[in-house]
């Protein structure tokens, strides 16, 4: 009996690894951010076109995560991870990734890899029966060898339907730079900085390494593409210089929030006086408490340009976190009217106003924050803070109702199931808040029960 288990064992460990084949988003932090929000969307917005899906029909995620990396997992949107933004020397190269990932979303790739899983399994449930009737007849050494052959055998067929989609996406990345007149230039480069990785860490270039590889070799890839690319006529067209400064100042952020204070000083020394610099130093003074230093770095930016909204949302993000927030409110006023009351920094502003606990601001407070939850209602903060503007009104049903958005959001859904019962309870029947309510509590009960069943 102990050969078929270890059989059994073997398979369900082959099905799982083909699984983690096509789920390359795991349980990541998502980064948010308005202006690199907007950057991001602005450098997607022309391929998205070009694909024939539209400007703002594509969604790009900003993962934290160091890894070099990029992927879609379903719908119209494109994850990128932090590592790559930082990588990355420009935001043409970047748009190249945007452009071949977006290839994977035209092929419909995820829907299909549900295919190549198929044909897997099925290569390894005849490698299954094969062994086992081997075994049963006495010869078990050969039905292990069946059974580990069908293994090879099942992820080879994997990983080559994987290279055929990748090879897809590399074409269509091509013809949507293409049609969107953007060089390619950028994409060739990026290319490259993965060779020179592969180079470094010992991966195999070789041609008989391709079979256990996901995606095509890398030096294939380039020369395929860098012929294409040469014969386009914005080969040789220089990139949009403002985006490519935009790119830099958010480079820079990114880099001053995620990376250890020191390690920021390092790379963006104060003899560095230019935006970008002074962007991430702000950001490192700020992690290590040197509150001065950190709003003198703004001081610096504001005066360099009084109305930028991302400039003055900074001050007074730093001012609001120092335990300064009646001084944070000005700043972060003008950021939010300066931006149309975009939601993230409408709700940081609604957060300071919260964060000065005078009463006479929570009017506002709850203008602001209603107006951030209407246009992006997946933003846990803003309706927690809209939940105790409600709860400092004495409108409990409804700061019930925000907590319950807040918790299903948080995946907290035992805690939303009874945050929302109790606002139904609470709200005058058939309004719109009241159907809210109810829609939150069936939805949070029924994925208790999937979560109960799957125990």
């Given at each position: 009996?102990?050969?078929?288990?270890?059989?059994?064992?073997?398979?369900?460990?082959?099905?799982?690894?083909?699984?983690?084949?096509?789920?390359?988003?795991?349980?990541?932090?998502?980064?948010?951010?308005?202006?690199?929000?907007?950057?991001?969307?602005?450098?997607?917005?022309?391929?998205?076109?070009?694909?024939?899906?539209?400007?703002?029909?594509?969604?790009?995620?900003?993962?934290?995560?160091?890894?070099?990396?990029?992927?879609?997992?379903?719908?119209?949107?494109?994850?990128?991870?932090s590592g790559l933004i930082n990588a990355a020397d420009s935001a043409n190269e970047v748009q190249g990734v945007m452009a071949h990932e977006?290839?994977?979303?035209?092929?419909?790739?995820?829907?299909?890899?549900?295919?190549?899983?198929?044909?897997?399994?099925?290569?390894?449930?005849?490698?299954?029966?094969?062994?086992?009737?081997?075994?049963?007849?006495?010869?078990?050494?050969?039905?292990?060898?069946?059974?580990?052959?069908?293994?090879?055998?099942?992820?080879?067929?994997?990983?080559?339907?994987?290279?055929?989609?990748?090879?897809?996406?590399?074409?269509?990345?091509?013809?949507?730079?293409?049609?969107?007149?953007?060089?390619?230039?950028?994409?060739?480069?990026?290319?490259?900085?993965?060779?020179?990785?592969?180079?470094?860490?010992?991966?195999?270039?070789?041609?008989?390494?391709?079979?256990?590889?996901?995606?095509?070799?890398?030096?294939?890839?380039?020369?395929?593409?860098?012929?294409?690319?040469?014969?386009?006529?914005?080969?040789?067209?220089?990139?949009?210089?403002?985006?490519?400064?935009?790119?830099?100042?958010?480079?820079?952020?990114?880099?001053?929030?995620?990376?250890?204070?020191?390690?920021?000083?390092?790379?963006?020394?104060?003899?560095?006086?230019?935006?970008?610099?002074?962007?991430?130093?702000?950001?490192?003074?700020?992690?290590?408490?040197?509150?001065?230093?950190?709003?003198?770095?703004?001081?610096?930016?504001?005066?360099?340009?009084?109305?930028?909204?991302?400039?003055?949302?900074?001050?007074?993000?730093?001012?609001?976190?120092?335990?300064?927030?009646?001084?944070?409110?000005?700043?972060?006023?003008?950021?939010?009217?300066?931006?149309?009351?975009?939601?993230?920094?409408?709700?940081?502003?609604?957060?300071?106003?919260?964060?000065?606990?005078?009463?006479?601001?929570?009017?506002?407070?709850?203008?602001?924050?209603?107006?951030?939850?209407?246009?992006?209602?997946?933003?846990?903060?803003?309706?927690?803070?809209?939940?105790?503007?409600?709860?400092?009104?004495?409108?409990?049903?409804?700061?019930?109702?925000?907590?319950?958005?807040?918790?299903?959001?948080?995946?907290?859904?035992?805690?939303?199931?009874?945050?929302?019962?109790?606002?139904?309870?609470?709200?005058?029947?058939?309004?719109?808040?009241?159907?809210?309510?109810?829609?939150?509590?069936?939805?949070?009960?029924?994925?208790?029960?999937?979560?109960?069943?799957?125990?």
């Amino acid at each position: 009996m102990r050969a078929p288990i270890r059989i059994i064992a073997r398979l369900a460990a082959l099905l799982a690894a083909l699984q983690l084949a096509i789920q390359p988003a795991a349980a990541q932090s998502v980064l948010r951010d308005a202006e690199t929000e907007k950057l991001l969307q602005d450098m997607v917005d022309p391929l998205s076109d070009a694909a024939g899906l539209g400007k703002g029909a594509v969604e790009i995620v900003l993962v934290q995560d160091s890894s070099i990396n990029a992927f879609v997992a379903g719908g119209q949107r494109i994850y990128i991870h932090s590592g790559l933004i930082n990588a990355a020397d420009s935001a043409n190269e970047v748009q190249g990734v945007m452009a071949h990932e977006l290839g994977h979303i035209t092929g419909g790739h995820i829907i299909r890899s549900s295919e190549g899983i198929q044909q897997a399994t099925n290569i390894t449930i005849v490698s299954l029966l094969l062994g086992v009737a081997a075994i049963a007849a006495g010869a078990g050494d050969a039905g292990m060898g069946i059974l580990a052959a069908g293994q090879q055998a099942a992820m080879g067929k994997y990983l080559a339907f994987s290279r055929v989609q990748e090879s897809s996406a590399d074409a269509a990345g091509v013809e949507y730079l293409s049609k969107a007149g953007i060089s390619g230039r950028g994409s060739i480069e990026f290319f490259k900085k993965l060779q020179n990785l592969e180079f470094r860490y010992g991966v195999s270039q070789k041609d008989d390494a391709t079979y256990s590889r996901s995606h095509p070799l890398t030096g294939d890839r380039i020369s395929n593409l860098q012929h294409d690319y040469e014969r386009d006529v914005a080969w040789n067209k220089p990139s949009d210089p403002e985006l490519e400064e935009r790119f830099q100042r958010a480079k820079a952020k990114l880099y001053g929030y995620l990376a250890n204070p020191q390690e920021t000083l390092r790379a963006y020394p104060v003899t560095m006086t230019g935006i970008p610099a002074r962007y991430a130093r702000a950001y490192a003074y700020h992690k290590d408490a040197q509150v001065d230093k950190a709003l003198a770095e703004t001081t610096a930016l504001i005066e360099a340009d009084p109305h930028d909204p991302y400039f003055l949302e900074l001050e007074g993000q730093i001012l609001l976190e120092s335990g300064r927030p009646r001084e944070a409110l000005e700043p972060l006023r003008e950021a939010t009217q300066l931006t149309n009351n975009t939601p993230l920094i409408a709700t940081t502003f609604g957060h300071a106003l919260i964060a000065t606990e005078d009463s006479a601001n929570f009017a506002e407070a709850e203008t602001v924050l209603k107006a951030a939850v209407t246009r992006d209602r997946y933003n846990p903060f803003a309706w927690y803070q809209l939940g105790v503007v409600y709860a400092a009104q004495g409108d409990m049903p409804r700061a019930r109702l925000a907590s319950a958005e807040q918790q299903s959001m948080s995946g907290q859904m035992e805690e939303a199931m009874r945050s929302a019962q109790a606002a139904e309870r609470g709200l005058p029947t058939g309004t719109p808040d009241w159907l809210r309510a109810q829609d939150i509590a069936m939805t949070a009960k029924a994925e208790l029960e999937r979560q109960k069943k799957r125990k």
